[in-house]
């Protein structure tokens, strides 16, 4: 159609020139805004109920930059993002997948448990870096298996798998909490807390800064599971079921299989996340600590359209906010509860802005045509017509 | 058992029904509603954080306005203002229910915990307790009736715990046998039939929605108020998503959702109960059994747990 239009206008009108943004940079252009408009519109938002509350969101932002980036900062965020990114791929594999594992709190806490409670042990008996792979590999191993009964009811009978994977949470924490106060307790200490691992047999830190090489076993996951999403059959039947579990069922693939599947790496990754996170970080733990990292990252995995590599940025920023978060909370007298007020806005703001571009992209206005009309036309008139 | 004889005493079972009603009728309000929203085809995951800004408010609403009363309805408000986050962007805008529904709980989370801890951080507050109200001729029943030493009376409860078992025999039969129970149903079942009958499916989903948000906001009010007598940041601790647990299993049944809901109810207070039976267990078992026993419960009847087609799916027209 477009080679007839041109073919009789061409000897009258030249050729039209085509727009200097070529449509490569539009899309990125296009994410772009999508990604950060509602992060920004969301600080906006954050920064009004601060000054409700009668604090100065200039100061409070400005607190998030001293305490996050500047002056060496930046290493605590980095340190923090190890944990986060961890639970950012596991949640960015099992989401493409269209499960919902809202588990990861108690699958961290009881990885992070029985971490704490092994490792001061076999630190001392076997070399480091074989205490630190089998450290990691029995974290996952048992957040992985913390998710089996979620997953094997969504398989089978196709439970809902946000509930029993929340309630798996809850028995998680308290399970955690005994298991520190029983077997893994320090018996040196009457505080309900494991022994704490010396601090020279911690993870090593990356030569040259205080982050522990945490960081790049995260950065590794990450690496991993793109190439496992993007460039795997496993990934693209994942991905299938996600899209459409009846069209995936046609093309014979085994869905219950791929569904405990995915469980069980989402679950893996979360366990090396706390994992990470005490060998790294910590060291030991103590019963009542629940970090609940998983809650405030999930905005960021759908802000980066569950892509592996996009998580990165979006997590280096929740870090740099949660980092700088606690000491600007401290400074203004507030909870440092107000980063989920963050966060919730974020993931509001976030679907809002994804629906005006979904309406764009289609060529249709911003409204609804139900609203479209609503907003048009008084409700008398409309009463009056019919 | 050595205490087999001190479980089988009066004190423990009037103990553990009346204590499981006032557990459970948080929980009832709040899977009363979800059940509505289930109905219509809307899963609302952002019911803790509905339940909480309910409870929240309801405190507030008490504790300035100096009655039960307009704390309750304060909570109801608040929860409809909730939800009409979800009626707007997932109903009208036909957004994900599970996205907007993660960003109700942890908004409703953070905000009541800056608010409360903001306004009140040092001071506290307690509300008075609520002055129960007697059946006239059943609380003269022997031991159900008066309680043990006064304490426990089962048929002497506050108002609104008989308002609430009424409107659920009302919701039962509004479900069975009216055209708006029909419409809500054909909001979940087939969304499409709904419109073709010239129902609104937006329309009616959208009050289902709000009358979801109100339910748990009156269910977030009723626990700070009558249970704890008081807020505090995270009240309700995962009743939300208990509530829709108990609207899954009870398959819409209002009446099944209020006997699930006071077997919960039992199970949340069981650490009262134990201390009773003289059973000493660590606390951490004891928060464990209600979420243990709906993983059970889920076990057992998984393949029963019904849920309607449409569920979660935003309503487009003409779409397929």
């Known amino acids: 159609m477009t080679t007839d239009t041109a073919a009789r206008e061409g000897p009258v009108a030249a050729p039209r020139r085509r727009p200097a943004r070529s449509i490569r940079a539009e899309r990125i252009l296009d994410v772009v805004i999508r990604s950060i408009v509602p992060v920004v519109l969301a600080l906006v938002a954050g920064g009004i109920l601060l000054l409700a509350l009668g604090r100065n969101p200039l100061t409070f932002y400005g607190n998030i930059w001293t305490g996050g980036v500047a002056a060496g900062a930046w290493q605590d965020s980095a340190i923090r993002m190890a944990p986060f990114l961890l639970i950012a791929t596991g949640l960015v594999l099992i989401f493409r997948a269209n499960i919902w594992n809202l588990g990861y709190n108690g699958q961290f806490l009881l990885a992070a448990a029985v971490v704490a409670g092994y490792a001061p042990h076999l630190v001392n008996e076997v070399p480091p870096w074989v205490a630190f792979v089998v450290l990691f590999l029995v974290a996952g191993t048992v957040a992985a298996l913390w998710t089996l009964v979620p997953a094997l009811l969504k398989a089978h009978y196709g439970t809902n798998e946000i509930i029993t994977t929340l309630m798996m949470s809850f028995i998680a924490i308290d399970l955690a909490s005994i298991l520190i106060k029983g077997p893994f307790h320090d018996s040196t200490t009457p505080l309900p807390q494991t022994a704490v691992i010396p601090f020279d047999k911690m993870l090593p830190s990356i030569p040259g800064t205080r982050i522990h090489i945490g960081l790049l076993v995260a950065f590794a996951a990450v690496l991993v599971v793109h190439y496992l999403l993007t460039r795997t059959a496993w990934g693209l039947r994942l991905q299938v079921m996600g899209a459409n579990p009846r069209a995936a069922r046609h093309f014979g693939i085994d869905l219950p299989r791929l569904i405990v599947a995915s469980f069980l790496a989402s679950g893996f990754l979360v366990g090396l996340a706390a994992a990470a996170d005490i060998l790294g970080l910590w060291g030991y733990i103590r019963t009542g600590w629940n970090p609940a990292y998983g809650d405030t990252i999930i905005p960021f995995v759908f802000l980066a359209r569950l892509n592996a590599l996009a998580v990165v940025p979006f997590v280096a920023f929740f870090s740099v906010l949660s980092t700088g978060g606690d000491l600007a909370a401290q400074q203004a007298n507030l909870p440092t509860d107000f980063l989920y007020v963050l966060v919730g806005l974020i993931l509001l703001f976030m679907t809002v802005i994804e629906y005006l571009g979904r309406q764009r992209e289609l060529g249709a206005s911003y409204l609804t045509p139900g609203l479209k009309r609503a907003l048009r036309v008084p409700r008398l008139r409309r009463e009056k017509a019919t | ?320």
């Open chain 2, 1 to 320: 058992m050595i205490l087999a004889s001190q479980v089988w005493t009066q004190i423990f079972w009037t103990s553990a029904i009346s204590g499981g009603l006032l557990a459970g009728v948080p929980l009832m309000f709040t899977a009363l509603g979800e059940s509505i929203s289930e109905r219509a085809g809307v899963l609302n995951i952002g019911l803790e954080g509905m339940m909480l800004a309910g409870a929240y408010c309801g405190f507030l609403g008490a504790y300035y306005l100096d009655t039960q009363w307009l704390g309750y309805l304060t909570g109801i408000a608040a929860g409809m203002l909730a939800s009409t986050i979800m009626v707007v962007l997932c109903v009208w805008l036909g957004l994900d229910q599970i996205v907007v529904g993660i960003a109700i709980t942890l908004g409703g989370e953070g905000i009541t915990s800056v608010l409360y801890q903001t306004r009140f951080s040092s001071a506290q507050p307690r509300l008075g307790n609520v002055s129960p109200n007697s059946i006239p001729l059943l609380d003269r029943v022997p031991v159900l009736g008066k309680g043990i030493n006064g304490e426990f009376p089962l048929f002497s409860q506050p108002l609104v715990v008989y308002l609430g078992l009424a409107f659920a025999v009302l919701l039962g039969w509004i479900f069975r046998s009216t055209n708006i129970g029909l419409n809500l149903r054909a909001a979940g079942e087939k969304p499409e039939a709904l419109d073709a009958a010239g129902v609104s499916v937006v329309a009616t989903r959208s009050y289902a929605v709000l009358a979801t948000g109100a339910l748990a906001g009156l269910g977030g009010a009723y626990l700070s108020i009558a249970v704890t007598g008081g807020f505090q940041p995270f009240l309700t601790q995962g009743q939300g998503f208990m509530a829709i647990v108990i609207a899954m299993l009870a398959r819409g049944r209002p009446v099944a959702v209020v006997i699930f809901s006071l077997m919960f109810g039992i199970a949340l207070s069981l650490s009262t109960l134990l201390g009773i039976a003289g059973i000493n267990l660590a606390p951490e078992v004891v928060n464990m059994i209600p979420f243990a026993a709906i993983i059970l419960a889920l076990i057992l009847f998984a393949r029963r747990a019904y849920l309607p087609p449409a569920l979660a799916l935003p309503y487009v027209r003409g779409a397929r």
